[in-house]
Structures are given as C-alpha cells and as structure tokens.
C-alpha cells in the first residue's frame, strides 16, 4: 500500500504561483511513477501532468501550456506541482496519484493509489 498525502493548496488571485507538494509513504519507490489529476467544480477529473521516480519523463497536459512543472525529490518521498501564473480556469481540487510502474501514463485508470485531494481557488 502506499500512502499519499498532499499540501499547499488555498485561494490565491490570477497571476500568482502555488506549490503543491505530495509525500509518499507506505513503500520503496524506486518503481512507482507519480501523475497528478485536477478536478473542477462540476467536470470530470483529468490529468496535468506526471513524472517517474527514476526518469525524466515529464509529459503534461496540452492546456497547462508550460505553466505547470511536476518535479520530485527522491530523498524526501515528495512530488511537487508548481505553478505559475495562474488564472480562474485553474480552479480546481488537485489530487496526486502513484502508479506501480516506473512509467508514466495519463489515464486515471492507470494509477494504483490517490490523494485525498487540495483544494485551488484562482479568484479574479
């Protein structure tokens, strides 16, 4: 089993920049793959980004648009989302999930483990 425990969300205004970060717990890492899902009020849960514990494989959803970063630090068990300039359109709760494989994938199906989620709110 693994453990994800997610942070850093709140209500901020367009323009600014947030980290989220999730810790891992539960497991050894060395195989697990880390993506993270947004959910909007009243839409389905889609992917934005993910990353591999061992690789550089970094692939993002299209509409992000190089403003979100999913990165990681090994030694702390951590995934962090960063992001920038962000607007309404980002509203969302932001949920982070492991898979058991050392490769990414954008699917929800795909992910073995979530978060319960941080809640974004972007005012205008």
């Known amino acids: 089993q693994v453990q994800l425990v997610e942070s850093g969300g709140g209500v901020v205004q367009t323009g600014a920049s947030l980290r989220l970060s999730c810790t891992a717990s539960?497991?050894?890492?060395?195989?697990?793959?880390m993506g993270w899902f947004r959910q909007a009020p009243g839409k389905e849960r889609v992917f934005v980004g993910a990353?591999?514990?061992?690789?550089?494989?970094?692939p993002y959803t299209a509409s992000v648009n190089g403003r979100l970063t999913v990165s990681t630090d090994n030694a702390k068990n951590t995934v962090y989302l960063q992001m920038n300039s962000l607007t309404p359109e980002d509203t969302a709760v932001y949920y982070c999930?492991?898979?058991?494989?050392?490769?990414?994938?954008?699917?929800?199906?795909?992910?073995?483990?979530w978060g319960q989620g941080t809640q974004v709110t972007v005012s205008s």
């Open positions: 990353r591999g514990w061992l690789d550089s494989n970094t």
């Open positions: 539960g497991r050894t890492f060395n195989n697990l793959a």
């Open positions: 999930a492991a898979r058991s494989s050392r490769f990414v994938a954008r699917g929800e199906g795909d992910y073995d483990y």
